[in-house]
């Protein structure tokens, strides 16, 4: 019997593990409402992998909605900003993805995180996730293996939310380039560092347009970590980890991201006590919208039209 090992390893949007969240409904903070809008987010994914001389391809389309709710920032600029999963829906997927990521998007549905920014809109910490790893066998007539994957993990979360909440760090000088620290933990199977660095390209029809660059060094796992297979090595280069974000600068807010992941690796791995390994080649890309867009005062104004017409 040929055992091969099936894995979908993503940059932004996760990494090993369905994403089996229980969340806590965080208590609303105190601050008062400073925005509230929607974000509409459009993931495609397209990971391939090469098991001993066999050929994986996976093609994976969904979409999420959330409502996001901003909180006035406090005297040091801190702030607090609510997110809680509207829907979410599977537009495409393939044969071996198709019940993981239609189970697990509908378990997002009414999903609360909140974040906690500080005054140059960075995620300082998060709270609402508690995924776990969820390891789904694959079995054939002539093999087995198993399928390892999430929809968004607690740093893409995190990272997504900063993307969302975006605001350039010197407003009065935006041709000057800025840069922020960037990592993301895949759990298991390691981990990414490096910085970020945003740069404005210039003005398109008023939005201020601004190009961002991830520089990524990849560090392979220490220990088996919460798997059921023992990583023996595993190496990964990022070939493009980058967008684009378009910012309102008169209403300070962003109107929409893209980005684009391709990330290429070796993972060697034993198995069941046979030591195998895995060609993977990881292509994503994912856009925001946002829309619904209103301040505190028009919050107020829409409320109270509304209890006129009650």
Request: proline letters at 4%.
């Amino acid at each position: 019997m040929v055992i091969r090992f099936v894995a979908i390893v993503p940059w932004v949007l996760g990494v090993l593990g369905v994403l089996v969240a229980f969340l806590s409904r965080a208590e609303e903070p105190e601050s008062p409402v400073a925005a509230s809008f929607y974000q509409e987010l459009d993931v495609r994914r397209a990971p391939q992998f090469v098991v001993q001389g066999v050929n994986v391809a996976q093609q994976i389309h969904y979409q999420v909605r959330s409502s996001f709710v901003v909180y006035e920032q406090d005297a040091k600029g801190d702030f607090k900003a609510v997110q809680t999963i509207e829907n979410a829906t599977l537009v495409e997927a393939d044969s071996i993805s198709q019940a993981v990521f239609a189970q697990s998007l509908a378990m997002l549905q009414g999903k609360k995180f909140t974040y906690s920014l500080d005054k140059h809109h960075e995620v300082m910490s998060m709270i609402g996730s508690e995924g776990t790893t969820e390891v789904v066998p694959i079995e054939k007539p002539d093999s087995m293996g198993a399928l390892v994957t999430t929809v968004i993990d607690d740093d893409g979360w995190k990272e997504l939310a900063e993307l969302t909440l975006f605001s350039p760090l010197n407003p009065s000088r935006p041709k000057e380039p800025f840069v922020r620290k960037a990592e993301h933990d895949w759990g298991s199977l390691g981990s990414w560092y490096g910085k970020t660095t945003f740069i404005r390209a210039g003005l398109q029809r008023g939005i201020s347009v601004f190009r961002y660059q991830h520089e990524l060094e990849y560090i392979k796992p220490n220990g088996k970590g919460a798997l059921p297979f023992e990583i023996v090595n595993a190496k990964f280069q990022a070939y493009e980890a980058g967008g684009v974000i378009q910012f309102d600068s008169k209403t300070n807010r962003v109107q929409r991201v893209q980005e684009r992941f391709h990330a290429k690796g070796v993972v060697d791995a034993i198995w069941l006590g046979i030591e195998t390994s895995v060609a993977i080649d990881e292509q994503q890309e994912f856009t925001i919208n946002l829309t619904g867009y209103q301040k505190k005062s028009e919050r107020q104004f829409s409320a109270e039209k509304d209890s006129k017409r009650k």
